[in-house]
């Protein structure tokens, strides 16, 4: 995954929508939070993990994955935020083990408590490798995740286009 790549487009499309929206002034931290915590709940939604009382299975791979990646857009944002635009991607063997010993809920939850506060540099890379093993824990390869990220980013930009 190449992250620096997904660092540079989310910021291409941050400064496209600031500018088309007129948000130069705003600081717009608090709603890139609160999106991302939108979004990991539509992502919950879909893997129905917590729904103890339904028997119902999980959305297909791909709408999971398409939830995932939107998640990921907002993730990106917030690295943004702090000045971020690279940073070290955690070894893909040792986090799936990682991920082996976490569950779905509780993985939800951690990345519940750390969007919702500001961060640090450091929290961020938790936030980060945290959003990273729900991909991994979800069965989704890096290849996966980058490839559906460019789709999705490009779909904004359309979206951008025809006034969404």
């Not at 290849?143 to 969404?164: M, S, V």
Request: glycine share 6%; proline share 1%.
């Amino acid at each position: 995954m190449n992250i620096e790549r997904l660092f540079s487009m989310q910021s291409d499309l941050n400064t496209r929508i600031v500018k088309e929206h007129n948000l130069e002034e705003e600081s717009l931290s608090h709603q890139r939070r609160l999106a991302f915590l939108v979004e990991l709940g539509e992502l919950a939604n879909e893997t129905r993990c917590f729904k103890y009382w339904s028997k119902r299975p999980a959305s297909e791979k791909a709408v999971i994955l398409e939830e995932y990646v939107d998640g990921l857009h907002f993730v990106l944002s917030i690295g943004l935020d702090l000045g971020i635009t690279e940073i070290e991607l955690p070894n893909d063997v040792e986090l799936r083990e990682k991920m082996d010993k976490i569950g779905l809920n509780e993985l939800f939850l951690s990345l519940y408590q750390l969007g919702s506060k500001s961060l640090s540099t450091k929290e961020f890379q938790l936030l980060f490798d945290t959003f990273l093993g729900l991909g991994k824990k979800l069965n989704f390869s890096f290849e996966e995740i980058e490839t559906a990220y460019l789709e999705k980013n490009a779909i904004n930009h359309e979206r951008q286009d025809t006034g969404y």
